[in-house]
Antibody
Framework: QVRLQESGPGLVKPSQTLSLTCTVS??????????WTWIRQPAGKGLEWIGR???????NYNPSLKGRVTISVDTSKNQFFLKLSSVTAADTAVYYC?????????????WGQGTLVTVSS | DIQMTQSPSSLSASVGDRVTITCRAS??????LNWYQQQPEKAPKLLIY???NLQSGVPSRFSGSGSGTDFTLSISSLQPEDSAFYYC?????????FGQGTKVEIK
């Protein structure tokens, strides 16, 4: 059974960097079969795709986040990471990690349970 | 970015009713369209992928159809546990985008 689990600080100060970890079990990030993704959801609002990483290290980010996003991976720990810099209150949301397959299999089939990050001084 | 528009924003129906939610893309996305169900305080759950394929373990009362720009999610016989938000999502091109959601309530 594939499981994803987010972890990280629940409170971040404005202008600082939000850092989250997603720990994967039941699948190997380095297997090369999937893309590893971050998605967020402000309270009472819809879902926003943040970006993704492939095991080769290639990444794609949502341009709406204006270059503030970095996604990286540590295959030895089977973890991938999200860093979002210069945060504001607008970045307060539940952050999910998820995976999707390659061409023809681009759907989010496994998700973490989500972690709430609040941006406040 | 491809904009996804769902309708209605909310609906209320009785147990046993047939329910249909529509999703429209701002450009053709062929059949690169997925549907998710989100219960309160839970992560979204994949229901339908590639417009019409039922994800393993999802009850057969859920079905999807459409191609190009217009898609539908149907629940053939609404059950109490189907009370949730439903989101469509295009996987045609990045940035992947979601509809704004449809809240389904049981009368």
């Amino acid at each position: 059974q594939v499981r994803l689990q987010e972890s990280g600080p629940g409170l971040v100060k404005p202008s600082q960097t939000l850092s989250l970890t997603c720990t994967v079990s039941g699948d190997s990030i380095s297997s090369g079969s999937y893309y590893w993704t971050w998605i967020r959801q402000p309270a009472g609002k819809g879902l926003e795709w943040i970006g993704r990483m492939y095991t080769s290290g290639s990444t794609n980010y949502n341009p709406s986040l204006k270059g503030r996003v970095t996604i990286s991976v540590d295959t030895s720990k089977n973890q991938f990471f999200l860093k979002l810099s210069s945060v504001t209150a607008a970045d307060t949301a539940v952050y999910y990690c998820a995976r999707h397959g390659g061409s023809g299999q681009v759907f989010f089939d496994y998700w973490g349970q989500g972690t709430l990050v609040t941006v406040s001084s | 970015d491809i904009q996804m528009t769902q309708s209605p924003s909310s609906l209320s129906a009785s147990v046993g009713d047939r329910v249909t939610i529509t999703c429209r893309a701002s450009q053709s996305i062929t059949t690169d369209l997925n549907w998710y169900q989100q219960q309160p305080e839970k992560a979204p759950k994949l229901l339908i992928y590639a417009a019409s394929n039922l994800q393993s373990g999802v009850p057969s009362r859920f079905s999807g159809s459409g191609s190009g720009t217009d898609f539908t999610l149907s629940i053939s016989s609404l059950q109490p546990e189907d009370s949730a938000f439903y989101y469509c999502q295009q996987s045609y091109s990045t940035p992947y985008t979601f509809g704004q959601g449809t809240k389904v309530e049981i009368k």
